[in-house]
């Protein structure tokens, strides 16, 4: 899969601030850099808009959090929480962020869907059929196959994780057993040789 990009493409991001959020938190105990995500997805094009939808939290303690995208030019649209009787809890802007990616659509050459809900699969379809290129970009770990199927291209955030977080720290891979035994006996074969560690620091699969 892959689109032809240059430099006068007209773009728009959609921004799932709750998919990215959580997929960040259960996948690498994270915080999602959205600035740097921005700028993946737009890759050296015009951006026309970039719009983070967000649910207010009922501690309103998000607003350190809007400061911070607003300093990186990422527009933000909020609603409340629904709490309904009985202690359910609602919050969901799929239905606004479709509207609103259908709305732009012409007047961009592309829009790229920052989330992995296959929710968005028909809006995608509906889009390309204004002639308009979609593209994705999240964790591909926690991203809908049907979505990656039928946009145009899709970035995958799990190949360069410590890009796109903020506080992320690689876990260290165990070394096998037979590695352990190999290194003591090397260890002990030279005498002059001190081990003093192994390389095997790398990132999440």
């Known amino acids: 899969m892959g689109v032809i990009r240059h430099p006068d493409q007209r773009v728009a991001v959609i921004i799932d601030t709750q998919n ?10 994270s915080k999602v850099n ?17 719009v ?12 350190a959090f ?16 629904q709490v309904f009787y009985g202690g359910a809890k609602k919050a969901d802007w799929d239905v606004g962020m479709a509207v609103d990616a259908i709305k732009i659509a012409h007047k961009v050459d592309a829009i790229v869907f920052a989330t992995g809900d296959g929710d968005f699969i028909p809006a995608v379809e509906y889009i390309q059929n204004l002639g308009c290129q979609v593209e994705a970009i999240t964790f591909g770990r926690s991203s809908s196959s049907g979505l990656r199927s039928a946009i145009d291209d899709f970035i995958d955030l799990d190949e360069d994780p410590k890009k796109f977080l903020i506080g992320y720290r690689p876990s260290k891979k165990r070394t096998s057993n037979k590695s352990r035994k190999n290194s003591h006996k090397k260890s002990e074969s030279t005498a002059a040789t001190k081990v003093v560690g192994s390389d095997t620091d790398g990132l999440l699969d």
Do not use: C, M, P, W
């Open 20 to 29: 990215l959020y959580h997929s960040a938190k259960n996948l690498y105990k």
């Open 66 to 81: 809007f400061e911070a995208l607003e300093k990186v030019g990422i527009e933000i649209k909020t609603k409340d929480l």
């Open 52 to 63: 983070s939808y967000v649910v207010n939290t009922e501690s309103g303690e998000e607003s």
């Open 34 to 50: 959205f600035g740097a995500v921005v700028e993946a997805a737009v890759q050296g094009r015009k951006l026309v808009r970039a």
